[in-house]
């Protein structure tokens, strides 16, 4: 296997975890779960920015998508309680 | 069960679309041939034998982040500035008072934080101030340095922030007089230029032709890229303050919050 190929393949491996990250992140009803699961789709996302040459947008991504925005949902969960009520 | 279906329902038509993009839908990606735009920004951004109309920057995305788009990142900064300003403005007198949210964490993680804070600062200083060299910039450097004091806020609490010094007022003080920075960056040759009598541009970093003021591209032996140095070392100090406030605020308990909000939705 060359390296493009190498390269495709990780970026199509990476794009459909992403994908089922998200989807997990939006159907979770425990709130703490569903962050991780979000900031997993970050990480993900960042490996796509670093492996399609954007390093720029690597750097930014991981300080905020992976450290300031999970911490603030994190915040945010601590106030309205850690699990969706069903039924409302 | 039902999940799991639309799960992957989801996850094939991204699997087909992906598919169709590769197999040339949007036409070739990438293009074979360098463009002219990028041939003209990878020649300016970085040209010391003609230091007309260049950026002395060898970094190229920072160069035309803040050299030939210059003006586009200002205003950014200005949005970024403005989003603050109203986070803080719903939570004003209670941001100065001494609410306070959450014990500190286990010793483990206390002492695991502690060292890693000071890397993340220096991790931090090194990608705003090599930004005109390296992959990074302003915005990069302060988004990771904010991490260190929202990290040490979740782990030693609101308290001991207060304690080691990094207070409301004095984030405040850094982020204006950042941005206070800037502008004067961006005005500096204009002024200047009314000054000594000649042509200048705002946001000019290199001379051009009839307009020969130029910030110094050299740090020692090292391209500075002029103004660009400078605009990334500000706006690093003000996301990092910025992002700093907001966060501070954020902290504070519910009971303390709503005190001073309770009854302006009846315009009180």
């Known amino acids: 296997m060359d390296a493009a190929t190498l390269c495709l393949a990780m970026i199509g491996f990476a794009s459909l975890l992403s994908v089922f990250a998200t989807i997990m992140a939006v159907l979770d009803r425990d709130l703490l779960r569903a962050a991780l699961f979000s900031a997993l789709q970050s990480t993900l996302y960042a490996f796509l920015f670093y492996v399609l040459m954007a390093p720029d947008i690597v750097l930014v991504y991981v300080a905020v998508a992976v450290g300031i925005y999970p911490l603030l949902i994190v915040l945010l969960i601590k106030k309205v309680g850690r699990f969706e009520e069903v039924g409302r | 069960m039902r999940n799991v279906v639309v799960a992957l329902a989801v996850v094939f038509t991204v699997l087909l679309l992906a598919y169709a993009t590769y197999l ?13 735009l990028a041939k003209a ?34 205003f950014e900064t200005v949005v970024f500035y403005g989003a603050i300003v109203a986070t803080l403005a719903l939570y004003r007198t209670t941001s100065r008072s001494l609410g306070l949210v959450g014990e500190r964490l286990s010793l483990i993680v206390r002492y695991a934080t502690l060292v890693s804070v000071p890397m993340i600062l220096i991790v931090a200083a090194a990608t705003a101030l090599h930004g005109q060299l390296t992959p990074g910039g302003g915005f990069q450097g302060g988004a990771i340095a904010a991490v260190a004091p929202v990290v040490a806020l979740v782990v030693f609490g609101r308290r001991k922030l207060l304690d080691l010094g990094v207070t409301y007022v004095k984030a405040l003080i850094v982020r204006n007089l950042a941005l206070v920075a800037i502008a004067l960056t961006a005005l500096g040759p204009l002024i200047a230029g009314i000054v000594l009598g000649i042509d200048a541009y705002v946001l000019q970093n290199q001379g051009k032709v009839g307009a020969p003021l130029s910030y110094p591209p050299w740090i020692l032996d090292v391209p500075s890229g002029g103004s660009v140095i400078l605009f990334n070392i500000f706006e690093a100090l003000a996301v990092a303050a910025g992002f700093t406030l907001v966060f501070l605020t954020l902290a504070l308990d519910e009971e303390t919050a709503r005190r001073e909000l309770v009854g302006e939705d009846r315009g009180w």
């Not at chain 2, 040339?24 to 002219?36: F, K, M, S, T, V």
């Not at chain 2, 990878?42 to 920072?62: D, G, I, K, Q």
């Open chain 2, 24 to 36: 040339g839908a949007l036409g070739p990606i990438p293009p074979n041939d360098l463009r002219e």
């Open chain 2, 41 to 74: 920004l990878l020649e300016r951004s970085y040209r010391p034998w003609n230091p007309f109309n260049t950026s002395m920057c060898p970094e190229a995305v920072t160069a035309v982040v803040w050299d030939f788009r210059g003006l586009d990142t200002v």
